[in-house]
């Protein structure tokens, strides 16, 4: 049985919620669902009525590589001015995947997150796609 978060509410998956659902439609702007390989969903952030959360997504190039992407949303949970958010989609590199996963270890140890970015594949925000 899931235990029960702040609120009386079942904590969400990870990647799932209003600022993930938002970040995923705009991610689908630029990036296919069906071409999509990894999503890595770091922890979000939550303070002073508002929550950050970010993502790097990957997609195959034409060379074997991986085209990355880094995804971020801050969205506004309480107050007037809730349910209002900024995205930003940005591809960011063309890397192989053990390169990225070099990066992603060293992005959690200079931010000094205590946990690793959860990866998910494109079916958690584009399930019957």
């Not at 069906?34 to 060379?63: C, L, M, N, Q």
């Not at 958010?85 to 390169?99: D, H």
Request: hydrophobic share 40%; aromatic share 6%.
């Amino acid at each position: 049985m899931a235990s029960i978060g702040a609120g009386g509410f079942a904590p969400l998956a990870p990647g799932q919620g209003a600022g993930w659902a938002k970040l995923a439609a705009a991610v689908e702007t630029q990036v296919p669902p069906g071409e999509i390989e990894t999503i890595y969903v770091f922890h979000p952030i939550k303070r002073a009525g508002k929550e950050w959360g970010t993502a790097v997504v990957t997609r195959k190039s034409g060379d074997g590589r991986l085209r990355v992407y880094t995804a971020r949303y801050m969205l506004v949970v309480r107050g007037k001015e809730r349910g209002q958010s900024k995205i930003e989609v940005e591809e960011v590199a063309l890397s192989t995947a053990e390169v990225l996963a070099k990066v992603m270890q060293a992005t959690v140890d200079r931010g000094g997150d205590t946990e690793p970015p959860v990866e998910l594949g494109p079916a958690v925000w584009y399930e019957g796609r």
